[in-house]
């Protein structure tokens, strides 16, 4: 019962950064043109994120079932998993859980806006690897369907943000051609009304998505114990305490990623933001209904890029366009990596409560130094919208810059 209630308690911290790590990408361009102020953008998302998290339970479904093998070929749960109190699988959870958690908050710390999802997905790989050996992890589907890590993961990894490039680009195009003979204040003091209405439906579409990966951690948990039985559903309660934690991250702003992605990526106008959410929200609203477990971030990130590319002449900085890819390539192995480490520590504690305890104590320590190093460089709502030092390019640039 001490490491069930650990997992759920961790899985609830992972939730919470996974809101202040991505409350980005819903309202950093109406941040940006000054559509919504900063705190009231923050307190609007918190709000659609939690009503978004009771809207579905697919991608819920995705993580109890297509990442750990939980059953046999036929079907029966895995003894070496199950048994005994389900003590091997909560471990897995935890390791994963604090792996997730480490590298949110590191790539917080630099301002990356990297995938909540995959340091999630890439902790619980990791410490399931590090457990069972590769032949733990459901890596695809049963041939009928798409499912598994490569399917439900993978796939939508590599597929989202490029259909939310193009969406964006075909959207920010068509908008500046109807708009051409538009002044340019009235065309920008329109188009912020239309930023609050499709940021909205960013925010909504991520909870629908985000907070649903927590929920299958934690029913996946309760299964193991046997304090929950059935595959295709959710207790309420872990769907309500998990639309408040990300909620409540959400409403304390991840401004660091804000940041970069507001400003630091490309120099964004009204209509641009306008085209590159309501491309995010339709992509990851899609994505929600079908069951994938893709990264928002991806999604948020790609539109953004899609709307330098439609506007021409558009200012991009390339570079942080390369750093952010790079965050992303790395982020499931680096998750994993962490996720093993963690599991093998508890291991060589004996595992049980030990392990668990030692695990917690590692998370707390950790977290706790890199909140205090952020404070070296203190970013909030009072310089979210400063001025990006590093020089830009356009989109037609060939080089990165």
């Known amino acids: 019962m001490l490491i069930l209630v650990l997992v759920i308690v961790t899985a609830l911290a992972f939730d919470f950064t996974n809101g202040f790590h991505d409350t980005a990408n819903a309202m950093a361009t109406s941040i940006a043109t000054k559509a919504l102020r900063p705190k009231a953008a923050v307190a609007l998302s918190a709000i659609l994120n939690l009503v978004g998290a009771f809207l579905s339970i697919e991608v819920a479904l995705t993580v109890t079932n297509a990442v750990i093998k939980i059953q046999d070929a036929d079907g029966a749960p895995k003894p070496e998993l199950i048994g005994d109190g389900g003590l091997a699988l909560l471990l897995i959870l935890l390791a994963g859980l604090v792996g997730a958690i480490l590298w949110n908050l590191l790539t917080w ?3 990356l806006p ?9 902790g619980m790989i990791g410490a399931t690897v590090a457990s069972l050996g590769w032949s733990g992890v459901k890596w695809v589907g049963d041939g009928t369907k798409l499912d598994g890590v490569v399917g439900k993961v993978i796939l939508p990894a590599l597929v989202a943000p490029v259909i939310a490039l193009l969406v964006a680009t075909v959207g920010t195009w068509l908008v500046f ?3 051409e003979g538009v002044a340019k204040k009235y065309r920008e ?3 912020r009304w239309g930023q609050i209405g499709s940021a909205s439906l960013v925010s909504l579409a991520h909870g629908t998505n985000d907070a649903q990966k927590t929920m299958g951690i934690i029913t996946l948990a309760l299964l193991a114990t046997g304090h929950w039985t059935s595959t295709h559903s959710v207790p309420f309660w872990v769907k309500l305490a998990c639309a408040l934690a990300i909620a409540i991250g959400t409403y304390l702003g991840g401004w660091r990623i804000i940041r970069t992605l507001g400003q630091g990526l490309v120099k964004i106008s009204a209509p641009q933001g306008m085209a590159a959410e309501s491309a995010s929200a339709s992509v990851i609203l899609a994505a929600s209904h079908l069951g994938f477990a893709l990264s928002t971030t991806h999604v948020a990130t790609g539109s953004i890029l899609g709307s330098g590319v439609g506007k021409r002449g558009a200012e991009v900085r390339w570079g942080v366009a390369v750093r952010m890819v790079t965050a992303w390539l790395i982020t499931l192995p680096m998750a994993g990596i962490m996720g093993a480490i963690t599991w093998w520590m508890g291991h060589l504690l004996g595992g049980g409560s030990a392990a668990a305890i030692a695990m917690m104590v590692v998370l707390i320590a950790a977290s706790f130094f890199m909140w205090r190093h952020s404070h070296s460089t203190r970013v909030d709502h009072t310089n979210v919208n400063e001025e990006w030092s ?3 390019g356009t989109a037609s640039s060939k080089e990165p810059r």
């Open 390 to 392: 590093e020089p830009v």
């Open 189 to 191: 003091a329109g188009f």
């Open 177 to 179: 051609k109807a708009t």
């Open 114 to 122: 990297s995938s909540s999802s995959h340091a999630l997905f890439g």
């Open 109 to 111: 710390l630099f301002g």
